[in-house]
């Protein structure tokens, strides 16, 4: 199962870059968990600066822009 991990303050952007990776994970048909880290001191502790971002298996994938959903499929696979 991936663990997706969504950081930002909820955000009209970070609320867009879910919603695309929920669409993204859904068309490659993985089994998935999806979290929404808001805490500004869990984000740094990422390294990111810039929201929103995306982190994947503990992996930071993003930052700072809202990728496609077809786009974030290559970033699942």
């Given at each position: 199962?991936?663990?997706?991990?969504?950081?930002?303050?909820?955000?009209?952007?970070?609320?867009?870059?879910?919603?695309?990776?929920?669409?993204?994970?859904?068309?490659?048909g993985i089994e998935y968990?999806?979290?929404?880290?808001?805490?500004?001191?869990?984000?740094?502790?990422?390294?990111?600066?810039?929201?929103?971002?995306?982190?994947?298996?503990?992996?930071?994938?993003?930052?700072?822009?809202?990728?496609?959903?077809?786009?974030?499929?290559?970033?699942?696979?």
């Amino acid at each position: 199962m991936k663990k997706i991990q969504i950081l930002g303050t909820g955000c009209s952007k970070c609320t867009k870059l879910a919603a695309n990776t929920e669409t993204a994970a859904k068309s490659l048909g993985i089994e998935y968990e999806i979290e929404k880290v808001t805490d500004i001191n869990k984000i740094m502790s990422f390294g990111v600066m810039t929201t929103p971002a995306l982190v994947v298996d503990g992996e930071v994938k993003v930052v700072g822009k809202v990728p496609s959903p077809a786009d974030i499929e290559d970033l699942l696979k």
